[in-house]
């Protein structure tokens, strides 16, 4: 027969294995979401020489034991991306035409994770 206090014990023991297994989850689906946000605003960004494409890098800016928290940014070329996302007026008049690559790759990174929270925790 088992007492209370056993059963208590158990469940403690199950929610706890849960939670780890549910941060350890949480916290893949982040580095898979943050790399795959990195690589789709690489592909889709505008291209001259290529040094503003090869720029992109996803790094860890904190994880304790419960909590990942990454970043997605240019590295070296970090000045014109807010010009190329949303376009910039010339010097002598007119404007460049924006070329949005952030935006729609933040977007698939906000539907990635919450599908793989999903699919993990299920």
């Not at 088992?2 to 023991?13: F, P, R």
Request: no cysteine.
């Amino acid at each position: 027969m088992t007492s209370i206090d056993d059963l208590a014990s158990e469940v403690m023991k199950g929610l706890t294995e849960y939670a780890e297994l549910a941060d350890t989850e949480m916290k893949k689906a982040v580095r898979k979401t943050a790399t795959a946000v990195k690589n789709e605003i690489s592909a889709n960004a505008p291209k001259k020489s290529g040094r503003y494409q090869k720029s992109w890098a996803a790094k860890k800016v904190k994880e304790n034991s419960h909590t990942l928290e990454m970043t997605v940014h240019s590295k070296n070329r970090y000045q014109i991306a807010h010009l190329l996302e949303h376009g910039h007026a010339k010097r002598g008049g007119g404007r460049v035409a924006a070329i949005p690559h952030i935006a729609p790759a933040e977007q698939h990174g906000e539907e990635m994770l919450e599908s793989l929270i999903e699919k993990a925790l299920s």
